[in-house]
């Protein structure tokens, strides 16, 4: 059973308090008196009654200062006046102080009486109520706004997670696709004859970790071996990521070998990791070495003395287990005696040499890299039948001295493939050793004497789009768009050119 109400009764007629006092407890409630407002406040303060009922003339306070002081503790007790000084002026006064109602003394209707008592009662019960309802609810919503709050920071958080590792793994996928890209069709032709010597010391240094430095003419195929020392050796599984250190802008070089963090220049909108991370586990192929400007070169020896890298605007070390290769067709020895290669980084370098011979000093690989190259470039270019050798061409083959070497015989091949398609390739632009001048292909000056027809030239150039496009011919990225004509319109010239459809690997 709930408690009985507990009243205060504040008069200074003791008479009064007693009658009232009698009538209250004959209905149940439980009774406090006090004699004047001072009184009035402490009683409230001490006991906490649930009503007041206050009398207005009092000697020490009057009702009116005693609800102003109630008022003052913002208390939610209501109060009732009972007054024998029943006037308009007293009433209006006391209930804009406040009170919730005005009885006039002497009670005589005590059943009246009861019932102002009990609605009164009754509304601040409701009223307090409420107010925990309402508060218990204002709590609910901040508790649950907060979760929510936590929720979603999360999901912030969850979500750049995410999109750093989209980031992450589109970078990948581009380098992944360019090494790809590079990496295939790169049988070595020439690993019996010609290139036996460079493939011994491939096998000898493929299984250990030790730099290997290629040197060699360009076109000879430092390419070819840098791919193949990673892959026969117990690194294969790991990455093998090139870098053409003469292609990079200086500027960008610190970001692209080591990384950046977000914000460390202008356009680092995201963190990046470099190629030496990239590498991590695998083999980097510094390609051109030879180009990499002095400040750079302090900073690759730097992490191949440390094996750490730290990114562009970062702070940490980044330990890196990286196997390097590195290449070029200059004369490093001339570039340290004129201070543009740094002396020590060359004997980080140079720890295995491999040296490859011009194609000039192994002319016995012509034959099988001649057969090799024109089913390579039959399949690519559509060639259904590869062509055939016409009598006399491959003896001139034999006497050029072949100053572009493997990749100007592939070029070579590749035009007259594209000339004479299923006939007969006569290679009849070739001069003889020491009269090269107009044969290297794609170079000024190349066709001047015997100039491909515009057809040759277009199909030519629709074969190598296609081949960057793994032969997409509509859409982004494909064919057609990198043209800048309709996908229609190519198709029209690829069925007049005779170039086959259809996805390379
Ligand atoms: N022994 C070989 N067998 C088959 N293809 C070869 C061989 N050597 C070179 N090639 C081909 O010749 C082209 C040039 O080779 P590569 O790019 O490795 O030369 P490089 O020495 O790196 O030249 P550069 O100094 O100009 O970079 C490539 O397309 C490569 O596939
Ligand atoms: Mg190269």
Redesign the pocket.
């Known amino acids: 059973m709930s408690q009985p109400a507990k009243v205060l009764i504040v008069d200074d007629e003791e008479l009064i308090r007693l009658n009232l006092r009698m009538l209250l407890e004959d209905l149940g409630y439980c009774v406090v008196e006090a004699a004047d407002g001072r009184e009035g406040l402490d009683v409230f303060d001490r006991e906490g009654p649930d009503l007041i009922l206050a009398d207005l003339r009092m000697p020490v306070m009057d009702g009116l200062s005693m609800i102003a002081g109630l008022q003052e503790k913002s208390t939610e007790t209501p109060i009732i006046v009972v007054s024998g000084t029943g006037t308009v002026q007293n009433a209006v006064d006391s209930l804009r102080l406040g009170a919730w109602d005005y009885v006039i003394k002497p009670v005589e209707d005590a059943r009246a009486f009861e019932v102002v008592i009990e609605r009164t009662l009754e509304k601040a019960r409701l009223m307090k109520e409420n107010r925990l309802y309402r508060e218990h609810l204002e709590e609910l919503v901040r508790e649950r706004t907060e979760e929510l709050r936590k929720t979603l920071d999360e999901l912030k958080l969850r979500h750049q997670e995410v999109s750093r590792l989209k980031d992450m793994l589109a970078d990948d996928n581009r380098y992944l696709f360019v090494e790809l890209w590079s990496a295939s ?7 019996d004859f010609g ?1 036996k010597a460079v493939m011994e010391m491939v096998q000898q240094v493929a299984p250990l970790n030790s730099p290997v430095l ?1 040197l ?11 791919n193949a020392i990673h892959y026969s050796s117990p690194r294969k599984d790991g990455p093998f990521i090139k870098v053409n250190c003469g292609a990079i802008p200086e500027t960008l070089l610190d970001s692209e070998l080591f990384g950046h963090e977000k914000g460390a220049f202008t356009g680092a909108v995201s963190q990046r990791r470099g190629r030496f991370e990239r590498a991590d586990k695998g083999t980097i192929f510094l ?2 070495i030879g180009e990499l400007p002095l400040q750079a070169q302090v900073r690759l020896l730097h992490v191949i003395q440390k094996r750490e890298i730290e990114r562009v605007g970062g702070t940490n070390s980044i330990p890196v287990d990286v196997r390097i290769i590195s ?3 200059r004369n490093l020895g001339e570039m340290i005696a004129s201070g543009r290669f740094r002396e020590d980084l060359w004997f980080r370098l140079n720890v295995f040499p491999i040296i ?1 011979p011009p194609l000039r000093q192994r002319k016995e ?1 012509i034959p099988s ?1 001649l057969s ?2 024109i089913s390579r470039k039959s399949i690519e270019l559509g060639v259904s039948t590869p062509p055939t050798v016409a009598p006399g061409a491959l003896e001139r083959l034999m006497n050029y001295n072949w100053p572009g ?3 100007e ?2 070029n070579l091949v590749e035009r007259e493939v594209i000339r004479h398609r299923s006939g007969r390739l006569m290679f009849d632009s070739l001069l003889p050793a020491g009269k090269e001048t107009i044969t290297l292909d794609r170079r000024e000056g190349a066709h001047e004497r015997n100039p491909l027809k515009l057809d040759e030239v277009i199909s030519l150039h629709i074969s190598n789009v296609l081949r960057m496009t793994k032969g997409k011919v509509h859409g982004p990225g494909g064919a057609a768009e990198l043209l800048g004509i309709k996908a229609n319109t190519l198709r029209a010239r690829m069925d007049k050119l005779g170039i086959k459809y259809g996805r390379n690997k």
Request: charged share 30%; aromatic share 2%; hydrophobic share 35%.
């Open positions: 069709g790169d049988e070595i032709i020439g690993s290139l290629l060699g003419e360009t076109g000879t195929g430092k390419e070819v071996i840098a390609d051109e290449a070029t067709h490859l690989d890299l090799h190259f070497n493997v990749r015989l592939e």
